[in-house]
């Protein structure tokens, strides 16, 4: 699992920024902690939040890459 997710944080930012959002609705989102406005200390950390149960129903809208993600 450790080397899935080092190969999708390794992505080009390109592809990343395809599953960039804000948006807690979203089942599949990349987001960040960061924020200057709110933070005296800034701890940077960005995370894949996915839904993920009932497998079959969100498997499919995960990322396809890496090819071995799913």
Do not use: I, Q
Request: charge should be positive.
């Amino acid at each position: 699992m450790l080397g899935v997710a080092n190969e999708f944080f390794s992505l080009p930012v390109e592809e990343k920024l395809k599953l960039y959002s804000d948006d807690p609705s979203k089942t599949v989102r990349l987001s960040t902690s960061f924020n200057v406005n709110k933070e005296k200390v800034h701890n940077w950390r960005d995370y894949l939040r996915l839904h993920c149960y009932p497998l079959d129903k969100y498997v499919p809208e995960w990322p396809p890459t890496p090819s071995s993600f799913k």
